[in-house]
């Protein structure tokens, strides 16, 4: 069960998109992405999955490829993480371009970055609710009190984000699969996901800033990171 006492704004984000997405899930309304394994540009700051959550979310791809065993893009171990914020979104429109915008900012950025490390304070998250999208298969995780929300808006006024970058995370979340083609029997996997009631807890120790390569980050080269407390 979910604890009470935890972020009560990322529970009604949460319940929002199951019921918003659950109709057109089964629907079987699936978006294939045809971004999958494309070459992009974008620079992001990231969180990475601790090896206990890493250890559940293989083994959920392992019960999803059972179901599916043609329609799902699995991420990888190595490339499971969760997207603290965009600082060049890859998507996004630059005047300057993307890899000049970041050339622009790149030295201010990591200097004011790296000025951060052990300075901030780690906090929990818990891994507590499977929600099955159009677009992709989520992992979404609640802390107590907002602290990863705080910490983006702590952080994107203490750094020099390009104010092109209007793309902004707003809840935690791990991308599990991806859709390659539509479901053969979406019920199931709903039936799969109503099993997971056991949060999954990690504590967050470290932000590292990586230049994406590969979408959706199964490619990167690390720029940065920095320790909390």
Known sequence: MIPDVMNQRLK????????????????????????????????????DLSEKVRDAVCKLQNQLITLEPDALLLTPRPSQHISFNQVIYWGGQY????????????????????NLDNRLPSFTISFVKLIPMTTAIIWAALDDNDEMQKLRSMLKS???????????????????????TKLRDPQRIIQLFEKYQTPITMEVKEIILRKE?????????????????
């Open 12 to 47: 009604n984000i949460y319940d929002g998109f199951s019921l918003h997405q659950r109709n057109k899930f089964l629907a079987n309304e699936i978006e294939p992405d045809v971004m999958w394994d494309k070459s992009i540009k974008g620079v992001t700051l990231q969180i």
């Open 95 to 114: 005047k300057l371009g993307l890899n000049q915008t970041w050339t622009a900012i790149e030295k201010d950025f990591l200097s004011k970055l790296q």
């Open 158 to 180: 203490s750094l020099p984000f390009p104010l092109e970058t209007m793309k902004e995370n707003t809840f935690i979340h791990t991308t599990v699969a991806r859709y390659k």
């Open 213 to 229: 390569n590969l979408y959706p980050s199964l490619e990167t080269t690390e720029l940065a990171r920095i320790r909390l407390q």
